[in-house]
């Protein structure tokens, strides 16, 4: 197959992490007699010096033009005085809505040669932590009214939480197609014993159900959630959820893995392109060093096989090559704890060892 990949090295560590994940398509291409085609896109930082703004359209357009994004990060002390509209994180966020990317999907999953990273108990971890939450992006109570106001002497906050049907739908379809790639368990987190807009989440939930037999749907309250992702965590396969519910308890699911380095992530809407791009920042601190963790990056292009090229035998190729990897003892920095059996790698040597274990042509 022949795909177009935009990418968008970023700032920071973004060029580094990037790099790395490049050579394990490329790896991946040579094997599976794939040819995937990248396309470079300047946004972030580098856009503002080169351009005078975080994402040109011609540059957003290259994007659309693709079969799939993959982005390192953007943004840095440097770009801190850009004012407001011309600050690199708001190329992110039009890039998000020049795609109609109305889905983020973050995957929280403990690789056992790190459980000890995980703050959780070791009789959890044991049982295997290994979901993925789909959070509605672009809808809810974030893209509602907001106002303040003054009523009978005192201020009043009022926030407004909407959902149609439509939106509902829409990403209840990214769950249940998620699910069937997955395990087959789609958990519906709402409020529905309170809010109006969580009725109609479980209504629409409820009608798609029967379009997807081969799924087990079940509903969850989003506080009891917040208690069962701490206390059994192996009870999920996919989470389906609100924005402002899926942005909390995706931090919370981040946390249990252990490390922020390890995390990728995708953002679809409708059809198969998407955005790839691990869950971190552009790590300022560490840039320019080859001390940062590529395997968010990495393991963001096996979902981008995954999910928009329908490549599942070659995203298995690459989570396969990554635990090889860490099976052996190789660590990035973030996640060396001097145990025996381990060596602290630099991002280049890790990154070369996961691309050496994609495997030659058969
Ligand atoms: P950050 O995620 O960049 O860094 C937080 C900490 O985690 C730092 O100590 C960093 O060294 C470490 N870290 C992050 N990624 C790592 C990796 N791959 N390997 C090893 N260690 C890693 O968050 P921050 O410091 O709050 O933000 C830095 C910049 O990134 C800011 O300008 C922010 O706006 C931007 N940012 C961009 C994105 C994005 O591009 N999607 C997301 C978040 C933050």
């Not at 085609?37 to 351009?51: P, W």
């Not at 001390?291 to 096996?302: C, E, F, K, R």
Request: hydrophobic letters at 40%.
């Amino acid at each position: 197959m022949k795909k177009n990949i935009a990418v968008i090295r970023g700032d920071g560590i973004g060029p580094e992490i990037t790099v790395q994940a490049i050579n394990v398509l490329n790896a991946v291409a040579e094997r599976y007699g794939h040819e995937f085609i990248y396309d470079e896109v300047a946004m972030g930082g580098v856009a503002i010096d080169a351009y005078g703004e975080p994402l040109p359209d011609e540059m957003l357009e290259k994007c659309k033009a693709a079969d799939a994004v993959l982005l390192g990060a953007v943004g840095g002390p440097k770009w801190n005085g850009v004012s407001g509209d011309k600050r690199p994180e708001k190329g992110l966020l039009k890039l998000r809505a020049g795609l109609g990317v109305y889905s983020n999907n973050r995957p929280a999953k403990i690789w056992k040669q790190l459980s000890s990273a995980s703050p959780l108990r070791p009789e959890i971890v044991q049982k295997g932590i290994d979901f993925i939450i789909v959070r509605e992006l672009i809808g809810g109570i974030y893209f509602g009214e907001h106002k303040t106001e003054n009523a009978g002497g005192q201020l009043v906050a009022t926030d407004v939480l909407t959902y149609s049907e439509s939106e509902i739908k829409r990403i209840g379809r990214i769950g249940f197609e998620t699910a069937r790639k997955r395990r087959g368990r789609l958990c519906s987190v709402e409020k529905s014993n309170v809010l109006d807009s969580s009725r109609l989440w479980n209504k629409v939930m409820r009608s798609l159900a029967a379009e997807y037999p081969d799924v087990q749907l079940t509903e969850m309250l989003v506080d009891n959630c917040a208690m069962q992702i701490v206390k059994d965590p192996s009870q999920f396969d996919v989470i389906v959820t609100e924005n402002m519910f899926g942005d909390i308890l995706s931090d919370e699911a981040s946390m249990i893995t252990g490390s922020i380095g390890m995390i990728p992530s995708s953002s679809l809407g409708d059809g198969k392109r998407g955005l790839y791009e691990p869950i971190h920042g552009s790590a300022p601190d560490i840039a320019g060093k080859d001390v940062a963790n590529p395997i968010g990056t990495i393991l963001s292009a096996a979902m981008m096989l995954r999910y928009s090229f329908d490549m599942d035998e070659e995203a298995d190729a690459v989570e396969n090559a990554v635990s090889s990897v860490l099976d052996k003892g190789f660590r990035t920095a973030d996640i060396y704890g001097k145990e025996a059996g381990t060596t602290l790698c630099e991002c280049s040597e890790i990154g070369k060892k996961i691309t050496e274990n994609i495997g030659k042509r058969k």
